[in-house]
């Protein structure tokens, strides 16, 4: 069923000098297309806390409307970008985002905006989530939120937070399908050429898999570890491949890719079996014998040491997000 609505929501994204473009301009688009299929239910503006032209980290600008004389706020979103830490110093900033979540219906970010809503403490104690690559610093300087680094996006509340950039895309079509219902956010993906719809609760991109450079010294090693998961892969059988001694091996795997080949191997199993089991595989046995742990409890431990949950968790996410991604009207508008 199509949710109905009494009037047009205003979408405001806010940003600032160094913002990263595409946080402000992914989501504005997939509102933008919404609002042609569905007329008359957004009404899009950018905003900052000193308007002007606000220079992203790109080079090109947004022209941006005054926040503080910004009023009937729906959805505020907050982009993130290399400008962030100097958004968290600014108290204008600080002020105007307490003031937008005691008015508006939904406060979301993209990306390291995350770092503007936790700044202002309207992350404590709730379920957050940012890029993957910010995860130690955001831990540091916000103990008080629970940060879920592997998730798109998260919605807890009346509160949204997204991973990096092209997840911002995600968010914004997660609040269109409740805003107008399944069928206008299909359609809007697909005007954008994009998947539909990454749920909320898929893994990041893994930074395991973008190690891997095609010109690095182990990019063909690791291809080889991911197709040969069921095999022993003992580190003295991986330096023969590599031509090295096993010494010299290890010393160099571990300056190239940043961690040893035990932990690299530990990891691309960990991400095969989560794979596996958030796309429905029934058997936990089946799938830890299939990416090499051999055991299910030995995929347990290791589960729990990388993603800080057991395999069962990606099952039950995964379950749930089928009932909650279930397309309500299949058809276009």
């Known amino acids: 069923m199509v949710p109905t609505f009494s009037a047009m929501r205003k979408i405001a994204v806010l940003v600032f000098p160094d913002f990263q473009i595409l946080d402000a301009t992914g989501p504005l688009a997939a509102f933008?297309?919404?609002?042609?299929?569905?007329?008359?239910?957004?009404?899009?503006?950018?905003?900052?806390?000193?308007?002007?032209?606000?220079?992203?980290?790109?080079?090109?600008?947004?022209?941006?409307?005054?926040?503080?004389?910004?009023?009937?706020?729906?959805?505020?979103?907050?982009?993130?970008?290399?400008?962030?830490?100097?958004?968290?110093?600014?108290?204008?900033?600080?002020r105007f985002v307490l003031r937008a979540a005691g008015s508006a219906r939904r406060v979301a970010s993209v990306c390291s905006g995350a770092y503007v809503l936790a700044n202002a403490g309207l992350l404590d104690g709730r379920r957050?989530?940012?890029?993957?690559?910010?995860?130690?610093?955001?831990?540091?300087?916000?103990?008080?939120?629970?940060?879920?680094?592997?998730?798109?996006?998260?919605?807890?509340?009346?509160?949204?937070?997204?991973?990096?950039?092209?997840?911002?895309?995600?968010?914004?079509?997660?609040?269109?399908?409740?805003d107008l219902g399944e069928s206008v956010a299909r359609s809007t993906a697909r005007q954008l050429v994009m998947y539909y719809r990454r749920p909320g609760g898929q893994s990041q991109f893994s930074g395991l898999l973008d190690m891997a450079r095609p010109a690095g010294r182990f990019g063909e090693l690791l291809h080889y570890l991911r197709g040969n998961l069921r095999a022993r892969l003992r580190v003295e059988d991986l330096a023969e491949r590599s031509h090295l001694s096993p010494r010299q091996f290890s010393r160099l795997f571990h300056a190239e890719v940043g961690m040893s080949p035990a932990r690299a191997v530990e990891a691309l199993r960990v991400e095969a079996a989560r794979t596996a089991l958030e796309s429905g595989a029934p058997s936990i046995q089946r799938v830890a014998e299939e990416s090499g742990f051999g055991h299910p409890e030995r995929m347990r431990r290791s589960f729990v040491r990388i993603t800080g949950a057991p395999p069962a968790a990606a099952r039950r996410r995964a379950a749930a997000q089928v009932r909650t991604d279930a397309p309500a009207v299949p058809a276009d508008p």
């Open 128 to 178: 957050a989530t940012t890029h993957w690559s910010r995860t130690q610093d955001f831990l540091r300087r916000f103990p008080a939120v629970h940060l879920e680094a592997d998730r798109i996006f998260i919605r807890e509340a009346g509160i949204w937070t997204s991973a990096g950039i092209t997840a911002g895309i995600d968010l914004a079509l997660a609040m269109i399908a409740e």
């Open 32 to 94: 933008e297309i919404a609002e042609r299929y569905r007329p008359g239910s957004y009404a899009l503006q950018v905003l900052a806390i000193e308007p002007a032209a606000v220079r992203s980290s790109s080079g090109a600008c947004l022209l941006a409307a005054d926040a503080r004389r910004a009023r009937m706020i729906d959805t505020l979103l907050v982009a993130g970008g290399d400008g962030v830490d100097r958004a968290c110093e600014c108290m204008r900033t600080r």
